[in-house]
């Protein structure tokens, strides 16, 4: 499947020589002249990829850059410009770009760094995927999709809950909760259940992925138990 860029730069002839490079290259491209054509391109779709100009008709590169990352949109940004003021390239990096290209650059060069960033985007998402993937017992349980799979490829749901207390629990290994501190810090201060309310989870977790994965702790509470990570 072929990699989505954004190119967002306002130089017609830019735009005609960068597109044609990356389309040569199996890249699929689409380019806006502004950021307010941006905006809206975001909104509908997702992209591997953003090159972002530092100077456009309508605003600042870097400025833009600060706004997707307050966003939270985690597409990696190569940000291009005419400047070639070290301290440009430092703000963009310390802004959130994952790369920075002076023009005039040559072709092989953009190509290079755009490859180099997609790699070093997918390394790091393996690792994430891999983290968020915790092998108890013979099931295989996805904190992120909030499901398990055995060995049979038979899949189980979780509830939120459920999901948030096997995280607390994963966040701290060594630490005994009371039901007290666990209602605090998943249900809220402002709950008015009782600590059956924890009991019910902590069983309902249980005949899901074993006994052994959430300990009790007479007259105290609960711990982490046996797991495996992958």
Known sequence: MKKKILLVEDEEDMVEIITYVLRENAFEVESVGNLTKMWKILEKEEFDLILLDVGLPDGSGLDALKTLRHRNIESPVIMVTARRSDMDKV???????????????????LLARI???LRRTYEHMQKKKKKNLLKIGNKTLDLDSYTAVDENGERMEFANKEIELLKLFLSNPNKVFTREEILDRIWGEDFFGDFRTVDVHVSKVRSKLGNDVIKTVRGVGYRLGKRDEE
């Open 91 to 109: 703000l963009g990096l310390e802004l959130g770009a994952d790369d920075y290209i002076t023009k005039p650059f040559n072709n092989y060069e």
């Open 115 to 117: 490859k180099a960033v």
